[in-house]
T-cell receptor, first 115, second 108 residues
Framework: EAQVTQNPRYLITVTGKKLTVTCSQN?????MSWYRQDPGLGLRQIYY???????DKGDVPEGYKVSRKEKRNFPLILESPSPNQTSLYFC??????????????FGSGTRLTVV | KNEVEQSPQNLTAQEGEFITINCSYS?????LHWLQQHPGGGIVSLFM???GKKKHGRLIATINIQEKHSSLHITASHPRDSAVYIC??????????FGKGTRLSVIA
């Protein structure tokens, strides 16, 4: 089954403790991205990657890092999490330029709480 | 930067009603996406369109590039259509700017 797999689904952590949220896709998509969703603000892009070793900042990159060493994986790293990073996070992939009628495939989301 | 406005913010409909959700954007784009987010949080991509009209089951999406406007229609609405519908625009596939969503409740 074609899918984007995010882990973990739920995470509670303490301020300053480094964490990684993993994202993996099995569709050989070139494009992958991370978003956070907050009440009243909607979805906002954190980082995106057009291909292996190519990453770019989105609208809200502060406090986050990403890497794209392999096509299928795009982990989101919070080096020193703070309470304002408490949010619902989504990873998505797309076959950029592939002409898909349905665009993006989203992961199931990761609900992160930083205390 | 593109501004994306959706209307209405909230919508309650009776089962069977025809529903329209609107999306307007401020800057020319290459593609517009309609997404559906269920109460459990998962997001599904419904349509990506750059011109004209697309249909998938009871869902129809239209876009008017000149007027910078898109509509999502749901025919014969059903309680299982209850969700948040999100419009997103971008230059090609990336990056996307999202609307804040329209929360739809369909009552049996």
């Amino acid at each position: 089954e074609a899918q984007v797999t995010q882990n973990p689904r739920y995470l509670i952590t303490v301020t300053g403790k480094k964490l990684t949220v993993t994202c993996s896709q099995n569709m050989n998509h070139e494009y992958m991205s991370w978003y956070r969703q907050d009440p009243g603000l909607g979805l906002r892009q954190i980082y995106y990657s057009m291909n292996v070793e190519v990453t770019d900042k989105g609208d809200v990159p502060e406090g986050y890092k990403v890497s794209r060493k392999e096509k299928r994986n795009f982990p989101l790293i919070l080096e020193s999490p703070s309470p304002n990073q408490t949010s619902l996070y989504f990873c998505a992939s797309s076959d950029a330029g592939g002409g898909s009628n349905y665009g993006y495939t989203f992961g199931s989301g990761t609900r992160l709480t930083v205390v | 930067k593109n501004e994306v406005e959706q209307s209405p913010q909230n919508l309650t409909a009776q089962e069977g009603e025809f529903i329209t959700i609107n999306c307007s954007y401020s800057v020319g784009i290459s593609a517009l996406h309609w997404l559906q987010q269920h109460p459990g949080g998962g997001i599904v991509s419904l349509f990506m369109l750059s011109s004209g009209k697309k249909k998938h089951g009871r869902l129809i999406a239209t876009i008017n590039i000149q007027e910078k406007h898109s509509s999502l229609h749901i025919t014969a609405s059903h309680p299982r259509d209850s969700a948040v519908y999100i419009c997103a625009v971008g230059p090609g596939n990336t990056p996307l700017v999202f609307g804040k969503g329209t929360r739809l409740s369909v009552i049996a």
